[in-house]
């Protein structure tokens, strides 16, 4: 634990804590009463208020639309399964940045919609309702299925023979057992819709802010840290007990009925009724997933003087963007994929021994530690990235000029998926193994080596490909410190679409086109190595 836990403490708990102290110290005096100022504010509250209650209909609009494809990817057995599965995963490995961008093609001014039928829905509350949707859909699909996937339906069909109908069965039965798992899910999406920042601030324009959006526009435009400080305290405590609930829900779900083989329980859908809700879900994943994307690509290529690649071109030039870049885009993308594959080492390294950590006994230390992994999915990245600017200034870390700092922020975001990939795998290896080899003589790093490693190395190629993927679209902590001469892809998407033009709009499409073709075939490569469906997303 001693690696993980200085690693946080010194990249994590010390720049966010310094960038609160910042905020509310005054002559090295804690000043608590701006809380009560700061939290008093009408514009403060309006932005509290909108973030609670569009991350409450963000997730229950998500598990309206995604419950119906969790049973059917659970259940049912169809040509192209395995593909579709990865298909639905892909929005949620893609930068945020580039899902706002999606929908802006879709939605926006000059989009899809608006030329054909002049229907405009960027700056309004459904544009961000609808993207987060397509976001999280893999999150319900993944968590909720990959238990119900392994429900033994024996159980219910025992409840239909000693009288109780289809509905009641499924209610006394299945619902119980499947509710710690709902409840994962929807914690987990109204965790990255309570936390939303580059959907709310591409979509929702200026009349739409979330407390990530707010903290951001607080911290970088108007330089007023005290509000930044409160408001981050606020999405702090918010987060902590999102992931309490999490923990005990998680909990609840390792004691739900007898699993068994997922092969066991899915079976090709019978009758008209099971055929039309395969149908349904596969126009839903064509409608919510498949149309944005496809539209991302033909804005792409849709120039002024027919389809082509002129804006792939266009990025090659660092004039073409009109100055908006030191260096032609392109290498944004040369950028990005070294400093994520450095973070991916960095998060393997820090999340493997965290991993290995905790699968000793369990108890108030070690729960604490795998509570604190996962914060950095929920607390202000915007926060973190300025905190870093602050905080690593001076020997022997000072490290703001160093190119290291991104890949370390990427870092912080890339552990928690790596701890969650390796953790059931390292938790099921039987203690006896390794015992065994140290009786034979074997050396803890030997035993590690012969035994482990050999059964958690898909586990490990797992975890190195979400952490890259996350890695490479990190957005938030990375707008503060990535260089303007060595700018990432979410970032140079971003800026491209903060300029006008036909010319950055279509560069940015261009950008976010390549970005979601490298995380999808990250995925898919992922798809193919991996064994474990038991629901760890």
């Known amino acids: 634990m001693a690696l993980p836990v200085a690693f946080f403490a010194l990249f994590f708990a010390y720049p966010v804590v310094a960038i609160v102290g910042r905020g509310l110290k005054a002559d090295g005096v804690w000043q608590f009463g701006r809380i009560g100022e700061v939290l008093s504010r009408p514009d403060i509250a309006d932005v509290l208020w909108f973030t609670t209650w569009q991350a409450l209909a963000s997730t229950v609009l998500t598990l309206l639309i995604a419950l119906p494809g969790a049973y059917v990817f659970a259940r049912f057995d169809f040509p192209g399964k395995q593909l579709l599965r990865a298909v639905v995963t892909v929005p949620f490995v893609l930068p945020t940045v580039v899902v706002g961008t999606a929908f802006l093609a879709l939605l926006g001014r000059g989009g899809f919609l608006d030329e054909l039928w002049g229907v405009r829905l960027d700056t309004t509350v459904w544009a961000i309702l609808l993207a987060h949707v397509f976001f999280n859909y893999a999150v319900v699909v993944r968590t909720v299925g990959g238990l119900w996937s392994q429900l033994d339906p024996r159980q219910e069909e025992a409840a239909r023979v000693l009288g109780a109908g289809r509905l009641a069965a499924w209610r006394r039965v299945t619902l119980p057992a499947l509710a710690p798992a709902v409840g994962a899910a929807a914690l987990m999406v109204f965790l990255f819709t309570f936390t939303s920042f580059g959907v709310v601030q591409i979509l929702g324009g200026p009349a739409y802010s979330t407390l990530e959006v707010e903290i951001y526009r607080q911290t970088a435009q108007l330089l007023d840290l005290p509000t930044a400080a409160v408001l981050t305290l606020v999405q702090f405590a918010a987060v902590g007990g999102i992931l309490a609930v999490h923990a005990w829900t998680v909990r609840r779900r390792e004691t739900a009925l007898r699993l068994v083989d997922p092969a066991q329980t899915s079976r090709r859908p019978r009758g008209a009724g099971q055929r039309a809700l395969l149908g349904g879900v596969l126009l839903t994943v064509a409608l919510l ?245 038991s629901g760890e997303f």
């Open 289 to 533: 997933i498949v149309v944005p994307l496809g539209v991302l690509v033909e804005r792409s290529l849709d120039t002024s003087g027919g389809y082509g690649f002129g804006f792939y071109r266009a990025l090659q030039s660092a004039d073409a963007s009109g100055s908006t870049f030191l260096v032609p885009p392109l290498e944004a993308i040369g950028n990005s994929l070294q400093y994520a594959l450095v973070a991916t080492l960095i998060a393997l390294v820090i999340g493997g021994l965290a991993a290995a950590a905790l699968t000793r006994r369990a108890g108030p230390l070690v729960r604490g530690f795998d509570a604190l992994l996962m914060l950095p999915l929920g607390v202000s990245a915007v926060t973190v990235g300025f905190g870093f600017l602050i905080t690593l200034d001076e020997p022997p870390l000072d490290l703001r000029t160093s190119w290291i700092l991104v890949p370390l922020a990427q870092a912080l975001v890339g552990v928690p998926f790596v701890v969650r990939s390796m953790l059931p795998v390292l938790r099921a290896v039987d203690d006896r193994l390794r015992e065994a080899a140290t009786v034979l003589g074997a050396s803890p790093l030997r035993a590690w080596r012969e035994v482990d490693l050999p059964l958690v190395r898909r586990a490990l190629l797992v975890a190195a490909g979400f952490a890259f993927a996350v890695s490479l679209g990190e957005f938030g902590a990375t707008v503060f410190i990535a260089r303007p001469d060595n700018p990432t892809l979410p970032v140079a998407v971003a800026r491209l679409l903060g300029r006008s033009g036909e010319l950055n709009y279509g560069q940015a499409m261009a950008l976010s086109t390549i970005l979601m073709l490298v995380c999808a075939v990250s995925l898919l490569l992922l798809e193919r190595i991996r064994t474990d469906r």
